[in-house]
């Protein structure tokens, strides 16, 4: 059975609300001032909560590329104080296969994860990458799903971090395991039926680069090209060069623009190669204060049934095939 959303009753609970998912260079940095992660060597004391003030966030490091390096690399190289690496493909996705690269982690997998890293229930969570927030904002996405409602990422990542002359440290943070349960469908989310059913009723946005839309190249995938329907929205064009995003109003204009050129749409959806940089996209949307669904099995999933039929060049619904043909 195909779904276009699928939510709680609590969603009104976590509604997104414009400028709440970004925090800059100084705001975390007058965060973390008022305490500070303690040193491995000198652990807490058994249920120490692992800050005084309950306003100092837990800190995650999502570096990651697709192909690699690994970011755990990064990460030993220097980091933000009292970050905790967080492993994209281990702590925030399910094993890869027909559901996808990148699938939705099982709740217990994810709470583990995130209880390890010493994310607590009641307070704040700032998750950063290397600079366009690609992967921190999957952490976000996952984070806000299973019921986290104060979780932020820093604009412009690690760079920006560093470009602002704030401290790093190779030392690894030490602290008790946080106390974070993970409770799903706290965020809009799609299967495949309900993308095609956006797709053909409401606004589905493709999130990967264009060429990989219009399936003109496919470095990752088997089957090149896009859901027939779906508007090509490439993640490049919600940040600038930095990695920072760009305003509210701009966001809000370009994905307007985009529904326009559809004929308007009171739903939106988001996909990419694996459920990665949607969830970029669905940050974006979250600043432009438009929410949406996404599709985290995205495109690895849907080309998983060669009975899906799949479009290729420009044109959202251009070239239409089935996948097996």
């Not at 790093?168 to 799609?190: S, W």
């Not at 308007?264 to 694996?274: E, M, W």
Request: glycine share 14%.
């Amino acid at each position: 059975m195909g779904h276009t959303f699928l939510v709680t009753e609590r969603e009104a609970d976590n509604a997104i609300n414009t400028g709440r998912s970004l925090i800059n260079v100084a705001g975390l940095a007058r965060l973390l001032a008022r305490g500070a992660a303690p040193a491995r060597g000198a652990p807490p004391a058994p249920g120490a909560r692992p800050a005084a003030d309950p306003s100092r966030p837990a800190v995650l490091d999502v570096r990651w590329r697709l192909g690699g390096p690994p970011g755990i690399d990064s990460y030993r190289k220097g980091h933000i104080p009292g970050a905790v690496f967080v492993d994209l493909d281990r702590d925030l996705s399910g094993e890869p296969g027909p559901a996808g690269r990148h699938p939705m982690p099982a709740p217990d997998r994810f709470q583990a994860a995130m209880r390890q890293a010493g994310v607590w229930q009641d307070r704040p969570v700032v998750v950063y990458d290397d600079a366009d927030s690609t992967a921190a904002a999957r952490a976000w996405w996952l984070l806000r799903y299973f019921g986290h409602g104060q979780v932020q990422v820093l604009d412009g990542g690690y760079r920006a971090w560093t470009a602002a002359g704030q401290p790093v440290t190779a030392a690894e943070p030490a602290g008790p395991p946080g106390d974070f349960t993970a409770r799903p469908g706290h965020m809009p989310l799609l299967d495949a039926d309900g993308a095609a059913g956006l797709a053909r009723g409401g606004l589905l946005l493709d999130a990967r680069a264009g060429e990989r839309y219009r399936g003109e190249t496919e470095p990752v995938d088997a089957v090149a090209g896009h859901i027939p329907g779906a508007v090509s929205a490439p993640t490049a064009g919600n940040v600038h060069q930095d990695g920072t995003f760009k305003s509210g109003a701009e966001l809000r204009e370009r994905f307007m623009t985009l529904s326009a050129a559809v004929g308007g749409a009171d739903a939106i959806g988001v996909y990419c190669g694996s459920g990665v940089t949607a969830a970029h996209e669905v940050l974006a949307l979250d600043v432009a204060g438009l929410p949406a669904a996404l599709y985290i099995g995205s495109w690895s999933n849907w080309i998983a049934n060669p009975a899906r039929p799949v479009a290729t060049g420009r044109d959202p619904g251009g070239g239409a095939a089935r996948s097996g043909d």
